[in-house]
């Protein structure tokens, strides 16, 4: 009579410690890139400057302003390129008073169509300084143009202050574009990497925890 086989298993160390650390790693890889050294795809799709792209003024945007009555304002219109393609122009315009919070914080203001400024009468420089209109503000107030033409000076509003005021250099839309159309793969990647690694210390846990299969 054959004897029976007993199948036990080995007195198994705990896991612990082992599981302890498994989980802290997906979590680590599960709770985004800037909790992790894990170089996860999908965050430096979103955070690469590479995919970046912005438009900005000319070398010489060729700055004019106009008196505006409805809105009571002062236009402002210049030449715009894509920093990818400097050979191509856009004319832009946007209402100084109306954007000029955007514009010193460097944000993009809202443009209008260019072809206002066809009925509206230009702002000349006097010796590089352009006196505004009085109902623009109670104070004397004017703009001054550097030599570039990229930045003036404004004086006499908000406050009375002379603050620098650049012209839109913004993001693109395109950018962001791209970002989407390729965030699906990223995402699939991340989480093919992420597999390999959890299965590979659940094997390592296992292992420590000395498992014994007997059939």
Not at 115 to 136: E, F, H, Y
Not at 158 to 186: C, F, K, M, Q
Not at 195 to 210: D, P
Request: hydrophobic fraction near 35%; aromatic fraction near 8%.
């Amino acid at each position: 009579m054959a004897a029976s086989r007993s199948c036990r298993a080995p007195e198994r160390k705990s896991p612990r410690l082992g599981s302890v650390v498994l989980l802290a790693i997906v979590l680590g890889l599960c709770s985004g890139c800037q909790t992790t050294d894990y170089p996860s795809l999908t965050c430096k799709l979103w955070t690469t400057d590479s995919l970046r792209n912005f438009n900005e003024p000319a070398n010489r945007p060729n700055t004019q302003f106009y008196d505006s009555t409805k809105p009571r304002d002062v236009l402002v219109t210049y030449d715009e390129i894509n920093e990818n393609d400097d050979r191509r122009t856009r004319r832009r315009a946007f209402y100084l008073q109306e954007n000029f919070d955007q514009l010193v914080a460097h944000r993009k203001p809202r443009f209008i169509d260019p072809r206002k400024a066809d009925s509206l009468k230009p702002l000349v420089p006097v010796d590089g300084t352009i006196n505004l209109p009085g109902p623009l503000t109670n104070a004397t107030a004017s703009i001054r143009m550097p030599v570039d033409e990229r930045q003036f000076r404004v004086s006499g509003l908000h406050g009375g202050e002379s603050i620098d005021v650049d012209l839109p250099t913004y993001e693109t839309a395109s950018g962001n574009v791209v970002r989407v159309l390729l965030t699906p793969a990223a995402v699939v990647g991340d989480t093919a990497v992420a597999a390999v690694v959890v299965s590979f210390l659940a094997f390592v846990v296992l292992a420590h925890s000395n498992f014994n299969y007997c059939p």
